[in-house]
Protein backbone atom coordinates (compact mmCIF):
# COMPACT_ATOMS: atom_id res chain seq x y z
CA UNK A 1 0.00 0.00 0.00
CA UNK A 2 2.82 2.70 0.92
CA UNK A 3 4.70 1.52 -2.04
CA UNK A 4 1.94 2.31 -4.33
CA UNK A 5 1.70 5.53 -2.99
CA UNK A 6 5.26 6.80 -3.13
CA UNK A 7 5.31 5.65 -6.71
CA UNK A 8 2.70 7.59 -7.31
CA UNK A 9 3.98 10.54 -5.19
CA UNK A 10 7.13 9.64 -7.47
CA UNK A 11 5.83 10.11 -10.65
CA UNK A 12 3.73 12.93 -10.14
CA UNK A 13 6.65 14.98 -8.60
CA UNK A 14 9.02 14.13 -11.18
CA UNK A 15 6.52 14.51 -13.95
CA UNK A 16 5.59 18.06 -12.76
CA UNK A 17 9.14 18.87 -11.75
CA UNK A 18 10.61 17.93 -15.28
CA UNK A 19 6.97 19.31 -17.26
CA UNK A 20 7.71 22.78 -15.45
CA UNK A 21 11.83 23.20 -16.27
CA UNK A 22 10.85 21.74 -19.96
CA UNK A 23 8.22 24.62 -20.23
CA UNK A 24 10.71 27.03 -19.01
CA UNK A 25 13.74 26.07 -21.04
CA UNK A 26 10.86 26.31 -24.16
CA UNK A 27 9.49 29.38 -23.27
CA UNK A 28 13.03 30.87 -22.53
CA UNK A 29 14.86 29.61 -26.35
CA UNK A 30 11.28 31.02 -28.29
CA UNK A 31 12.21 34.27 -26.15
CA UNK A 32 15.61 34.46 -26.41
CA UNK A 33 15.62 33.19 -30.25
CA UNK A 34 12.88 36.07 -31.28
CA UNK A 35 15.03 38.64 -29.58
CA UNK A 36 18.51 37.58 -31.23
CA UNK A 37 16.62 37.83 -34.50
CA UNK A 38 14.71 41.07 -33.49
CA UNK A 39 18.15 42.70 -32.83
CA UNK A 40 20.01 40.99 -36.18
CA UNK A 41 17.41 42.47 -38.12
CA UNK A 42 17.24 45.74 -36.17
CA UNK A 43 21.15 46.04 -36.83
CA UNK A 44 20.63 45.25 -40.64
CA UNK A 45 18.13 47.98 -41.16
CA UNK A 46 20.10 50.29 -39.08
CA UNK A 47 22.62 49.50 -41.18
CA UNK A 48 20.77 50.19 -44.59
CA UNK A 49 19.02 53.76 -42.73
CA UNK A 50 22.25 55.34 -42.22
CA UNK A 51 22.95 54.48 -45.99
CA UNK A 52 19.47 55.73 -46.43
CA UNK A 53 20.49 59.52 -44.82
CA UNK A 54 23.64 59.69 -46.47
CA UNK A 55 21.79 59.36 -50.43
CA UNK A 56 19.02 61.81 -49.13
CA UNK A 57 21.86 64.45 -47.74
CA UNK A 58 23.69 63.78 -51.41
CA UNK A 59 20.39 64.55 -52.87
CA UNK A 60 19.47 67.45 -51.18
CA UNK A 61 23.16 68.34 -51.38
CA UNK A 62 22.51 68.52 -55.49
CA UNK A 63 25.22 65.39 -56.17
CA UNK A 64 23.76 63.07 -58.67
CA UNK A 65 22.47 59.94 -57.18
CA UNK A 66 24.59 57.49 -59.52
CA UNK A 67 27.92 59.53 -58.99
CA UNK A 68 27.17 59.33 -55.09
CA UNK A 69 26.59 55.36 -55.20
CA UNK A 70 29.81 55.12 -57.46
CA UNK A 71 31.67 57.29 -54.93
CA UNK A 72 30.94 55.52 -51.38
CA UNK A 73 31.22 52.22 -50.32
CA UNK A 74 27.76 50.62 -49.61
CA UNK A 75 27.22 48.05 -46.93
CA UNK A 76 26.45 45.19 -49.45
CA UNK A 77 27.71 44.86 -52.58
CA UNK A 78 24.33 44.34 -54.54
CA UNK A 79 21.95 46.92 -52.82
CA UNK A 80 19.21 47.92 -54.36
CA UNK A 81 18.17 51.41 -54.59
CA UNK A 82 14.73 53.18 -55.07
CA UNK A 83 13.87 56.77 -54.82
CA UNK A 84 10.14 57.14 -54.22
CA UNK A 85 7.65 60.44 -54.04
CA UNK A 86 5.60 60.95 -51.13
CA UNK A 87 2.54 60.02 -53.30
CA UNK A 88 3.76 56.77 -54.32
CA UNK A 89 5.04 56.98 -57.42
CA UNK A 90 8.84 55.61 -58.53
CA UNK A 91 11.29 58.25 -59.94
CA UNK A 92 14.24 56.21 -59.95
CA UNK A 93 15.30 52.49 -59.05
CA UNK A 94 19.11 51.35 -59.51
CA UNK A 95 18.15 47.83 -61.31
CA UNK A 96 14.61 48.74 -63.10
CA UNK A 97 13.19 51.13 -65.47
CA UNK A 98 11.03 53.82 -63.21
CA UNK A 99 8.36 54.08 -65.77
CA UNK A 100 7.76 50.10 -65.08
CA UNK A 101 7.39 49.92 -62.03
CA UNK A 102 3.77 50.40 -60.33
CA UNK A 103 2.52 52.44 -57.71
CA UNK A 104 4.62 51.87 -54.03
CA UNK A 105 2.22 53.71 -51.95
CA UNK A 106 0.62 50.13 -49.93
CA UNK A 107 3.70 48.79 -49.80
CA UNK A 108 4.27 48.07 -45.45
CA UNK A 109 7.71 49.31 -45.63
CA UNK A 110 6.43 52.83 -47.38
CA UNK A 111 3.57 53.08 -45.74
CA UNK A 112 5.74 53.37 -42.01
CA UNK A 113 7.77 55.92 -43.78
CA UNK A 114 5.75 58.32 -44.30
CA UNK A 115 3.53 58.03 -41.00
CA UNK A 116 6.79 57.64 -39.18
CA UNK A 117 9.71 58.40 -40.56
CA UNK A 118 11.35 55.24 -41.64
CA UNK A 119 10.08 51.23 -41.85
CA UNK A 120 11.15 48.02 -43.14
CA UNK A 121 9.81 44.98 -44.38
CA UNK A 122 11.20 41.42 -43.94
CA UNK A 123 11.38 38.82 -46.85
CA UNK A 124 9.13 40.01 -48.98
CA UNK A 125 8.59 38.77 -52.58
CA UNK A 126 9.65 42.06 -55.68
CA UNK A 127 6.48 42.84 -57.90
CA UNK A 128 9.21 44.05 -60.12
CA UNK A 129 11.80 40.89 -60.64
CA UNK A 130 10.15 38.51 -58.17
CA UNK A 131 13.18 38.16 -55.87
CA UNK A 132 12.88 38.21 -51.76
CA UNK A 133 13.97 41.49 -50.40
CA UNK A 134 14.91 43.22 -47.01
CA UNK A 135 13.63 46.86 -47.19
CA UNK A 136 14.39 49.85 -46.00
CA UNK A 137 12.48 53.03 -46.54
CA UNK A 138 13.57 56.41 -44.86
CA UNK A 139 11.42 59.71 -45.75
CA UNK A 140 13.19 62.83 -46.60
CA UNK A 141 11.94 66.46 -47.53
CA UNK A 142 9.60 65.17 -50.61
CA UNK A 143 10.77 62.08 -51.39
CA UNK A 144 11.84 58.41 -49.56
CA UNK A 145 15.08 56.38 -49.75
CA UNK A 146 14.62 52.75 -49.70
CA UNK A 147 17.08 50.44 -49.99
CA UNK A 148 16.74 46.51 -50.13
CA UNK A 149 19.19 43.35 -49.77
CA UNK A 150 18.28 40.29 -51.69
CA UNK A 151 16.96 37.74 -49.40
CA UNK A 152 19.69 35.38 -50.26
CA UNK A 153 21.50 32.64 -48.47
CA UNK A 154 24.06 34.80 -47.18
CA UNK A 155 21.24 37.04 -45.90
CA UNK A 156 19.72 34.31 -43.87
CA UNK A 157 22.51 33.35 -42.48
CA UNK A 158 23.23 36.87 -40.94
CA UNK A 159 19.86 37.33 -39.58
CA UNK A 160 19.64 33.40 -38.38
CA UNK A 161 19.91 33.44 -34.54
CA UNK A 162 22.74 31.50 -32.95
CA UNK A 163 22.06 27.90 -32.18
CA UNK A 164 24.98 27.83 -29.55
CA UNK A 165 23.15 29.03 -26.71
CA UNK A 166 20.18 26.45 -26.86
CA UNK A 167 22.63 23.40 -26.99
CA UNK A 168 23.73 25.13 -23.76
CA UNK A 169 20.22 25.44 -22.49
CA UNK A 170 19.18 22.37 -23.10
CA UNK A 171 21.92 20.52 -21.64
CA UNK A 172 21.66 22.43 -18.75
CA UNK A 173 18.17 21.31 -18.45
CA UNK A 174 19.14 17.81 -18.94
CA UNK A 175 21.51 17.87 -15.62
CA UNK A 176 18.63 19.59 -13.80
CA UNK A 177 16.59 16.84 -15.20
CA UNK A 178 18.49 13.96 -13.60
CA UNK A 179 19.06 15.94 -10.80
CA UNK A 180 15.90 16.09 -10.19
CA UNK A 181 14.73 12.81 -10.40
CA UNK A 182 17.16 12.18 -8.02
CA UNK A 183 15.90 14.24 -6.24
CA UNK A 184 12.16 12.98 -7.05
CA UNK A 185 12.95 9.25 -6.19
CA UNK A 186 14.92 10.28 -2.72
CA UNK A 187 11.67 12.35 -1.83
CA UNK A 188 9.45 9.81 -3.11
CA UNK A 189 11.23 6.78 -0.63
CA UNK A 190 10.69 10.12 2.50
CA UNK A 191 7.39 9.75 1.43
CA UNK A 192 6.72 5.85 1.64
CA UNK A 193 8.56 5.72 5.32
CA UNK A 194 6.15 8.69 6.09
CA UNK A 195 2.80 7.27 4.80
CA UNK A 196 4.29 3.42 6.14
CA UNK A 197 4.73 5.37 9.83
CA UNK A 198 1.35 7.21 9.62
CA UNK A 199 -0.69 4.10 8.67
CA UNK A 200 1.25 1.99 11.54
CA UNK A 201 0.34 5.06 14.08
CA UNK A 202 -3.51 5.50 12.50
CA UNK A 203 -3.88 1.67 12.74
CA UNK A 204 -2.13 1.54 16.87
CA UNK A 205 -4.58 4.29 17.21
CA UNK A 206 -7.61 2.61 15.87
CA UNK A 207 -6.77 -0.03 17.66
CA UNK A 208 -6.19 1.55 21.06
CA UNK A 209 -9.60 3.78 20.47
CA UNK A 210 -11.37 0.75 19.55
CA UNK A 211 -9.89 -1.26 22.97
CA UNK A 212 -10.75 2.29 24.62
CA UNK A 213 -14.69 1.62 23.39
CA UNK A 214 -15.11 -1.81 24.11
CA UNK A 215 -13.65 -1.04 27.55
CA UNK A 216 -16.05 1.58 27.97
CA UNK A 217 -18.80 -0.11 26.78
CA UNK A 218 -17.97 -3.26 29.30
CA UNK A 219 -18.38 -0.83 31.99
CA UNK A 220 -21.37 0.74 31.04
CA UNK A 221 -23.09 -2.62 30.62
CA UNK A 222 -22.24 -4.01 34.07
CA UNK A 223 -23.24 -0.54 35.62
CA UNK A 224 -26.69 -0.21 33.51
CA UNK A 225 -26.71 -4.44 34.35
CA UNK A 226 -26.54 -3.57 38.57
CA UNK A 227 -29.96 -2.25 39.12
CA UNK A 228 -32.15 -4.72 37.70
CA UNK A 229 -29.79 -7.72 38.54
CA UNK A 230 -29.86 -6.40 41.76
CA UNK A 231 -33.75 -5.26 41.77
CA UNK A 232 -34.40 -8.58 40.74
CA UNK A 233 -32.45 -10.58 43.17
CA UNK A 234 -34.11 -8.86 46.48
CA UNK A 235 -37.61 -9.81 44.57
CA UNK A 236 -36.47 -13.65 44.68
CA UNK A 237 -34.88 -13.41 47.69
CA UNK A 238 -37.88 -12.06 49.25
CA UNK A 239 -40.25 -14.26 47.61
CA UNK A 240 -38.04 -17.55 48.69
CA UNK A 241 -37.39 -16.44 52.15
CA UNK A 242 -40.66 -18.07 53.67
CA UNK A 243 -42.10 -14.92 55.04
CA UNK A 244 -45.84 -14.73 54.71
CA UNK A 245 -46.79 -12.09 52.17
CA UNK A 246 -49.97 -11.35 50.27
CA UNK A 247 -51.34 -12.59 47.54
CA UNK A 248 -51.28 -8.15 45.83
CA UNK A 249 -47.53 -7.96 47.90
CA UNK A 250 -46.46 -11.57 46.29
CA UNK A 251 -47.90 -10.13 42.59
CA UNK A 252 -46.17 -6.59 42.64
CA UNK A 253 -42.92 -8.56 43.36
CA UNK A 254 -43.23 -10.69 40.21
CA UNK A 255 -44.28 -7.55 38.17
CA UNK A 256 -41.09 -5.85 39.83
CA UNK A 257 -39.39 -8.64 38.31
CA UNK A 258 -40.80 -8.79 34.94
CA UNK A 259 -40.24 -5.27 34.41
CA UNK A 260 -36.35 -5.52 35.28
CA UNK A 261 -35.86 -8.50 33.23
CA UNK A 262 -37.48 -6.30 30.31
CA UNK A 263 -34.84 -3.93 31.13
CA UNK A 264 -32.37 -6.48 31.20
CA UNK A 265 -33.87 -7.63 27.67
CA UNK A 266 -33.94 -4.42 25.95
CA UNK A 267 -30.19 -3.67 26.83
CA UNK A 268 -28.93 -6.74 25.48
CA UNK A 269 -31.23 -6.23 22.15
CA UNK A 270 -29.82 -2.66 21.70
CA UNK A 271 -26.04 -3.81 22.92
CA UNK A 272 -26.01 -6.26 20.17
CA UNK A 273 -27.20 -4.22 17.68
CA UNK A 274 -25.11 -1.48 18.14
CA UNK A 275 -21.95 -4.13 18.40
CA UNK A 276 -23.16 -5.89 14.99
CA UNK A 277 -23.48 -1.80 13.33
CA UNK A 278 -19.64 -1.23 14.14
CA UNK A 279 -18.82 -4.79 13.75
CA UNK A 280 -20.48 -6.23 11.42
CA UNK A 281 -21.24 -3.70 8.73
CA UNK A 282 -20.03 -6.27 5.74
CA UNK A 283 -22.30 -9.02 7.10
CA UNK A 284 -25.43 -6.61 7.43
CA UNK A 285 -27.48 -6.89 4.52
CA UNK A 286 -29.15 -4.17 2.03
CA UNK A 287 -32.48 -4.38 -0.09
CA UNK A 288 -34.50 -1.35 -1.51
CA UNK A 289 -36.48 0.03 1.59
CA UNK A 290 -39.50 2.38 0.82
CA UNK A 291 -39.07 5.17 4.02
CA UNK A 292 -43.14 5.34 3.79
CA UNK A 293 -44.03 2.04 4.14
CA UNK A 294 -41.57 2.37 6.94
CA UNK A 295 -43.48 5.44 8.49
CA UNK A 296 -46.98 4.01 7.67
CA UNK A 297 -45.74 1.48 10.46
CA UNK A 298 -44.74 3.52 12.80
CA UNK A 299 -47.66 5.38 12.39
CA UNK A 300 -49.55 2.05 13.30
CA UNK A 301 -47.67 1.05 16.36
CA UNK A 302 -48.28 4.45 17.03
CA UNK A 303 -52.31 4.08 16.95
CA UNK A 304 -52.40 1.02 19.35
CA UNK A 305 -50.14 2.83 22.64
CA UNK A 306 -52.86 4.23 25.29
CA UNK A 307 -54.19 7.38 24.29
CA UNK A 308 -52.91 9.20 27.40
CA UNK A 309 -49.33 7.82 26.67
CA UNK A 310 -48.74 8.06 23.10
CA UNK A 311 -48.12 11.56 20.58
CA UNK A 312 -49.78 12.38 17.51
CA UNK A 313 -47.95 11.98 14.44
CA UNK A 314 -47.91 14.30 11.73
CA UNK A 315 -45.61 13.07 8.87
CA UNK A 316 -45.00 15.18 5.10
CA UNK A 317 -43.61 13.05 2.87
CA UNK A 318 -45.29 14.24 -0.69
CA UNK A 319 -43.11 11.91 -2.44
CA UNK A 320 -41.58 8.01 -2.27
CA UNK A 321 -38.57 7.71 -1.22
CA UNK A 322 -36.34 4.04 -1.56
CA UNK A 323 -32.94 3.64 -0.25
CA UNK A 324 -30.68 0.99 -0.66
CA UNK A 325 -30.53 -0.32 2.79
CA UNK A 326 -31.07 -2.65 5.91
CA UNK A 327 -34.73 -2.16 6.95
CA UNK A 328 -34.27 -3.15 10.09
CA UNK A 329 -31.75 -0.65 11.02
CA UNK A 330 -33.12 2.21 9.26
CA UNK A 331 -36.62 1.15 10.77
CA UNK A 332 -34.63 1.34 14.61
CA UNK A 333 -33.88 5.19 13.57
CA UNK A 334 -37.29 5.86 13.48
CA UNK A 335 -38.31 4.00 16.64
CA UNK A 336 -35.60 5.20 18.93
CA UNK A 337 -36.19 8.87 17.88
CA UNK A 338 -40.06 8.45 18.22
CA UNK A 339 -39.90 6.36 21.79
CA UNK A 340 -37.24 9.44 22.94
CA UNK A 341 -39.73 11.60 22.16
CA UNK A 342 -42.66 9.75 23.90
CA UNK A 343 -40.85 9.22 27.00
CA UNK A 344 -38.96 12.59 27.27
CA UNK A 345 -39.59 15.38 25.46
CA UNK A 346 -43.07 15.51 27.43
CA UNK A 347 -44.40 17.26 23.90
CA UNK A 348 -48.03 16.35 22.04
CA UNK A 349 -46.78 16.08 18.56
CA UNK A 350 -44.22 14.60 16.46
CA UNK A 351 -43.25 15.95 13.16
CA UNK A 352 -41.65 13.93 10.34
CA UNK A 353 -40.74 15.90 7.36
CA UNK A 354 -39.23 14.90 3.98
CA UNK A 355 -36.63 18.48 3.45
CA UNK A 356 -35.27 17.09 0.12
CA UNK A 357 -34.54 14.36 -1.78
CA UNK A 358 -32.58 14.06 -4.84
CA UNK A 359 -31.19 11.01 -6.95
CA UNK A 360 -28.38 10.40 -4.45
CA UNK A 361 -29.87 11.28 -1.01
CA UNK A 362 -32.80 12.41 1.43
CA UNK A 363 -33.00 14.69 3.88
CA UNK A 364 -35.29 14.08 6.79
CA UNK A 365 -36.24 15.83 9.87
CA UNK A 366 -37.96 14.43 12.90
CA UNK A 367 -39.18 17.33 15.49
CA UNK A 368 -41.10 17.03 18.40
CA UNK A 369 -42.70 20.60 20.78
CA UNK A 370 -41.65 19.21 24.19
CA UNK A 371 -39.24 21.35 26.02
CA UNK A 372 -35.81 20.57 24.61
CA UNK A 373 -32.59 19.83 25.84
CA UNK A 374 -30.07 22.74 27.77
CA UNK A 375 -27.98 23.38 25.17
CA UNK A 376 -24.59 22.38 26.79
CA UNK A 377 -26.02 19.22 26.80
CA UNK A 378 -27.15 18.48 22.82
CA UNK A 379 -23.51 17.10 21.47
CA UNK A 380 -23.43 14.53 24.03
CA UNK A 381 -27.13 13.21 23.42
CA UNK A 382 -25.42 10.46 21.04
CA UNK A 383 -23.30 9.54 23.70
CA UNK A 384 -23.89 5.81 24.62
CA UNK A 385 -25.80 5.53 28.19
CA UNK A 386 -25.31 9.47 28.28
CA UNK A 387 -28.56 10.48 30.01
CA UNK A 388 -29.71 14.47 30.19
CA UNK A 389 -32.11 13.19 33.92
CA UNK A 390 -30.57 9.66 35.28
CA UNK A 391 -33.52 8.82 37.35
CA UNK A 392 -36.25 9.72 34.89
CA UNK A 393 -34.46 8.08 32.06
CA UNK A 394 -34.25 4.65 34.39
CA UNK A 395 -37.58 4.93 35.45
CA UNK A 396 -38.97 5.20 31.77
CA UNK A 397 -37.07 2.29 31.82
CA UNK A 398 -34.40 3.06 28.41
CA UNK A 399 -31.19 1.79 28.01
CA UNK A 400 -29.28 4.88 27.45
CA UNK A 401 -28.31 3.49 23.58
CA UNK A 402 -31.56 5.11 21.81
CA UNK A 403 -29.90 7.98 20.44
CA UNK A 404 -26.33 6.15 19.72
CA UNK A 405 -28.00 3.56 17.82
CA UNK A 406 -29.57 6.41 15.60
CA UNK A 407 -26.36 7.57 15.11
CA UNK A 408 -24.60 4.27 13.93
CA UNK A 409 -27.54 3.61 12.32
CA UNK A 410 -27.28 6.67 9.63
CA UNK A 411 -23.70 6.52 9.25
CA UNK A 412 -23.91 3.16 8.28
CA UNK A 413 -25.86 4.38 5.81
CA UNK A 414 -23.74 7.37 4.80
CA UNK A 415 -25.29 10.06 6.12
CA UNK A 416 -25.01 12.39 8.66
CA UNK A 417 -27.33 13.59 11.38
CA UNK A 418 -27.46 16.91 14.15
CA UNK A 419 -29.78 17.97 16.55
CA UNK A 420 -30.96 21.06 17.61
CA UNK A 421 -33.63 22.84 20.08
CA UNK A 422 -36.41 24.44 18.36
CA UNK A 423 -36.92 27.49 18.48
CA UNK A 424 -40.64 27.32 19.64
CA UNK A 425 -39.60 24.36 21.89
CA UNK A 426 -38.78 20.84 21.29
CA UNK A 427 -35.82 19.01 19.33
CA UNK A 428 -34.69 18.74 16.00
CA UNK A 429 -33.20 16.18 14.60
CA UNK A 430 -32.02 16.47 10.53
CA UNK A 431 -29.80 13.93 9.31
CA UNK A 432 -29.46 12.39 5.63
CA UNK A 433 -29.58 8.70 3.91
CA UNK A 434 -27.59 7.58 1.10
CA UNK A 435 -29.50 5.89 -1.44
Not at 57 to 79: K, N, Q, R, T
Not at 190 to 217: H, P, Y
Not at 388 to 412: E, P
Given at each position: ??????????????????????????????????????????????????????????????????????????????????????????????????????????????????????????????????NLYFYSATRGDGMIVRTA????????????????????????????????????????????????????????????????????????????????????????????????????????????????????????????????????????????????DLLDEIAYELSVIPEEER?????????????????????????????????????????????????????????????????????????????????????????????????????????????????????????????
Amino acid sequence: MASGISLSYHKKLFTLLLSCIWVMVFCFIGFQYYREKQFKTEVLNAQLQLSNSHILGALESGIALEDYVHAIPLPFDDVRITLIGDDGVVTYDSMHSADSMDNHISRPEIQAAIQKGSGYNISRKSASDGNLYFYSATRGDGMIVRTAVPYSSSLRDLLKADWTFVWVIIFISVLISVAGYFSALKLGKTIESVNKFREEENALREEQDKSRLKRQLTNNINHELKTPVASIQVCLETLLSGITLSEDKKQELIERCYMHNERLRNLLRDVSLITRIEDGTGTIEKEEVVINDLLDEIAYELSVIPEEERMSLKIDFRERVVVNGNQSLIGSIFRNLTENAISYSEGKTIYITLAENTQDSCRIIFEDDGQGVDESKLPRLFERFYRVDKGRSRSKGGTGLGLAIVKHAVLFHGGTISVTNRPQGGLRFEFTLKK
